[in-house]
């Protein structure tokens, strides 16, 4: 199962978030998993297409994903996962 982390600013929105091991197979199948134990964390992850939105990183093993549009970067049961809020300011 993939180790799966969140950044702090995620916590705002969604602060029941849990991390630690979940069963996936690709990150798609991951954010869909994430989406089941936190109903609505998938829509603010990934847009209407299944895409991740612009404010979202999704890293692998320390590498971005490289598949943005349909996540289907693999993960296995060693994969550690880091979920990131990207801030902007001005």
């Known amino acids: 199962m993939a180790q799966v982390t969140f950044t702090r600013h995620l916590y705002r929105f969604f602060p029941d978030l849990t991390e630690g091991s979940v069963p996936a197979e690709s990150v798609a199948a991951l954010v869909r998993a994430l989406d089941a134990r936190h109903p609505g964390l998938a829509g603010y992850l990934v847009d ?13 093993d320390g590498e971005m994903v490289r598949d943005r549009r349909s996540l289907s970067d693999p993960l296995t049961d060693a994969s550690e996962v880091f979920i990131v809020q990207a801030l902007s300011g001005g």
């Open 48 to 60: 209407e297409r299944g895409a991740l939105r612009k404010h979202v990183n999704v890293f692998v």
